[in-house]
């Protein structure tokens, strides 16, 4: 079902004392838009993390999952291991993964296809680059990189997919895309979901915008039609931020 959701996106930052003080935060602030509220702490601070958003609407999300169950994978972490820190939720495809460790289409089906047999709801995350946008290529790329890690999927599987379009040249730049230029994404998403499945599904699943949004821009961005909530990266590390952004999303 479609849903009004935010998430942040914690990235490389906050140590444990960190952590528990940010959700702590968080915990002070009101939540008025109804809209889920997520957040993603490093691995090493899940557990601290799930223990700490006790009694409130927080969720906790893992940042990226292996495809593996278990095995000589360095540096790994698979979906049973976040299943029993009480971890239920993971981003999977964001650009930094794709752009630093190499993460192509190929591998995050593997991972989403993993993510969703162990009952792990997936943010799935693509957008395109600036110079993809500049040169008109920007549906083209967001389209196949849709289907090619989830159009192998049935209809039901996404139950559990929300979706987060992240343009690339907008996260952690501050240049945001306008709130037109995210609709008109969105509203594509939606007819590419739609053709292959159908409208009843493409309706249903949430769409998040990624890049930039700050407590100033998010009310107009999330007041777009086929725009469901954000992925929020620096602004979510400030509950006040984080809260401004999550208000707006009425
Ligand atoms: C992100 O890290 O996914 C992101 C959207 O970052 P920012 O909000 O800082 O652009």
Known sequence: MRQKIVAGNWTLNKNVAETKSLIADLKAQTN???ARVIITPSFVNLTTAVEAVAGSNIEVAAQN??????GAYTGETSADMLKSAGVNITLLGHSERRAYYGETDALLAE????ALAENIEVIFCFGEE???RKSGKHFDVVASQISNALFHLGADA???IILAYEPVWAIGTGETASADQAQEMHAFIRKTLADKYSADLADSVSILYGGSCKPTNAQEIFSKTDVDGGLIGGAALKAEDFFGIINANK
Request: charged share 35%; hydrophobic share 20%.
């Open 32 to 34: 008025t838009s109804g």
């Open 65 to 70: 999952m292996s495809q593996h169950d278990s």
């Open 111 to 114: 991972k989403v296809d993993k």
């Open 130 to 132: 600036l110079e993809e």
């Open 158 to 160: 996404f139950k559990n």
